[in-house]
Nanobody
């Protein structure tokens, strides 16, 4: 079983920055593809950024150039650096760990952290 714990959310003014962290336990972290998703009120959960266990990162068009996903396998942690925040970035942000092994999908979610962008 994989446990994911997000932190770093909060209230920030438009144009500000936040860094989210997601600490993983209970698994071999480096073999999982890690992602950040978000869900705004009344909207579906959407992919923000992903960083595979090997390979290049992928960002949603709405955050490209503003958000950066990274991972530290030694610390079992994935980060989301968010700059130039906009009101439309307001959402609950979720960490996801995913691995497909021998046809079995292992898919885990954190509890989410609230990000509110408002003046």
């Amino acid at each position: 079983q994989v446990q994911l714990v997000e932190s770093g959310g909060g209230l920030v003014q438009p144009g500000g920055s936040l860094r989210l962290s997601c600490a993983a336990s209970g698994t071999i972290f480096e073999i999982y593809d890690m992602s950040w998703y978000r869900q705004a009120p009344g909207k579906q959960r959407e992919l923000v950024a992903q960083i595979p266990s090997g390979g290049s990162t992928n960002d949603a068009p709405s955050v490209k150039g503003r958000f950066t996903i990274s991972r530290d396998n030694a610390k079992n942690t994935v980060y989301l650096q968010m700059n130039s925040l906009k009101s439309e970035d307001t959402a609950v942000y979720y960490c996801n760990a995913r691995r497909l092994q021998l046809g079995v999908l292992y898919n885990y979610w954190g509890q989410g952290t609230q990000v509110t962008v408002s003046s």
